[in-house]
């Protein structure tokens, strides 16, 4: 499974931002999707997750401003991310999971004013 993120820049705090993955290779066997983000100096966090069903799973700090989707057909996954805050800095990894973990290269996501 090969994945490309896009969609990363910089935004001022309660900006907004959409991440964007697409996915290609053994994609069939893809059974959930979703982002992680990993800030300088931190490990690696969930954001986000979705499963082949379209059910999200998110992390505490991002409900009610960020929202996970994919679509099957475009093969892709995305993450909107709304009410952006300074401690949403981090570069954005899109994650496939099909009985092992596939990442994508990563996208940088900057908030500051």
């Known amino acids: 499974v090969q994945l490309q993120a896009s969609g990363g820049g910089l935004v001022q705090p309660g900006g907004f931002l959409r991440l964007s993955c697409a996915a290609s290779?053994?994609?069939?066997?893809?059974?959930?999707l979703g982002w992680f983000r990993q800030a300088p100096g931190k490990q690696r966090d969930m954001v986000a997750t979705?499963?082949?069903?379209?059910?999200?799973n998110y992390a505490d700090s991002v409900k009610g401003r960020f929202t996970i989707s994919r679509d099957n057909d475009k093969k892709m996954v995305y993450l909107q991310m709304n009410s952006l805050k300074p401690e949403d800095t981090a570069v954005y990894y899109c994650?496939?999971?099909?009985?092992?973990?596939?990442w994508g290269q990563g996208t940088l996501v900057t908030v500051s004013s």
């Open positions: 290779g053994s994609i069939s066997s893809i059974n959930r």
């Open positions: 979705i499963t082949s069903g379209d059910r999200p």
């Open positions: 994650w496939a999971f099909n009985g092992r973990n596939n």
